[in-house]
Structure formats: structure tokens, C-alpha cells
């Protein structure tokens, strides 16, 4: 076997024990803090994870070029779909939003990063999900909303950071067969003062995932104060026409 096959390899099965750790996490979650939650048909959230998966991987494909980072590092608003499908179906639909999100943005563009920016999104993206979902259905509120928002932006540009120093951009490298010497130099031609990978991470990743926050949890914000009423109204019709007992007075929907 080939050390590049070894090496592909590797990279696969590092990327799916992610992807089984995170949705364990978010799975543990739900079974232990949102016991007493609606309960929707498998059909109805299958069908809303795929419909808020697909919004998303189409979102993934209009891409942003940021004029302080490398042309590697381009901003999108799929999170924003993700988070709005987290906080109306829990952690575990937003694991796997993002997931199919990806999915989704391979099949239509295929990758352009050896698959390692592709896997950045969906790890990034579930740093930036997981916390806001699980303090938002720990105590629903516009107030948990934003707190969780906001704790997941700071865990995303902590973690992100951390993650791009690390593992990501020697992975890129090694993966696309570009020195990191090259990779730095093209954030040295858009910013002099990066010289390094860690002057890489700070002036160009660190914003990057602070403006990617903020302008998610924004949009995020307002579209769902006004999604979350008709999505839950849909549902107690639902449970209503099913007879079910977990019905919400109509003075949670709004939430």
C-alpha cells in the first residue's frame, strides 16, 4: 500500500470518528437534558433535517472571498440553516445537518481542498452549533438563543483556530502537496504581517471565525423569531391530529 493511500486513509477514518464522537455527544445530550421534548414523527424529521440540510449545502456553494485571509478561506451563511434546524430539532438533527450539508456541496461542486476544507466546514460548524443548540434546549428563550449564539462563536474561533494550527493546514498540505512555506506565503501576499502559521491562524482564521459567528448568529436571530412560530404551529396540529399528549401550549411556540 501506498504511503498516499495510507495516508487518505488515515484521513477518512479520522473524519468519520469525528463525525461518530459528535454525533455521540449530541446524542448523550438530548437523552440526558431534553427528556421531556415533543416528539415528532421519524417522516416529519427526516424530512425537516433534509429540507434545512439541502438550503444549507446550497448556501455552501455561494462562497465569500475575505480580503484579509488567503483565497482558501472564503465565508458562506450555510450555518445559518443548520442552526435554525439545531434549535428547532435538537443537537443530533444538527450533526447531521451538517453532515449532509457537505454531502450535498460535494455532489453538486466537489472539493477544491483534498477534502480537508470540506471537513473543516462540518467540524468548525458543529463547534459553532452544538453549544448554541444545547444552551438554547437546556431553557428555551430569545435570551438562551443569543447566550448559546454567542458561546458558540467563541468556542468556534477558539477551537477553529486551534484546530486550523494543528491539524488542518499540515493535513492540507500534506493532502494538496503544497509546503506550508507556500501556504503561509499566500497569506504573507495578502497580509505582510503573516509570516507563520500562527500569524496565519491570528490575522486571518481568528476573524474569519468571529465574522462568520456574528453574521450566522444575526441572520440566525431574526429569521427564526419568525420561523419558530409557524414551524411549531405546525406541529401541534400534528400531535393534535395524532391525539398525542405532548402537545405545548400555544404560549411556548413563540420560543
Known sequence: MS???KDNLGFVGICLAIFAGLFLLA???ERLAMKNRRK????HYMTYTAIFSCLAGVLMLMEIPLFFAPSFYKADLS???VLICTFYLGPVAGVTCELIKVIVKLVLKGTTTAFVGDFANFVVGCSFILPASMIYHARKSRKTALVGMLVGTVVMTVFGSLFNAVYLLPKFSQLYGIPLDAIVGMGTSVNSAINSVSTLVLFAVVPFNLLKGAVDSVLTFILYK?????LHKGDNKRLEHHGSKDSVPATQQTK
Open 3 to 5: 504511503q498516499a493511500l
Open 27 to 29: 446524542l448523550a445530550y
Open 40 to 43: 415528532l414523527s421519524s417522516t
Open 79 to 81: 450555518e445559518i440553516p
Open 226 to 230: 419568525h420561523i419558530s412560530p409557524i
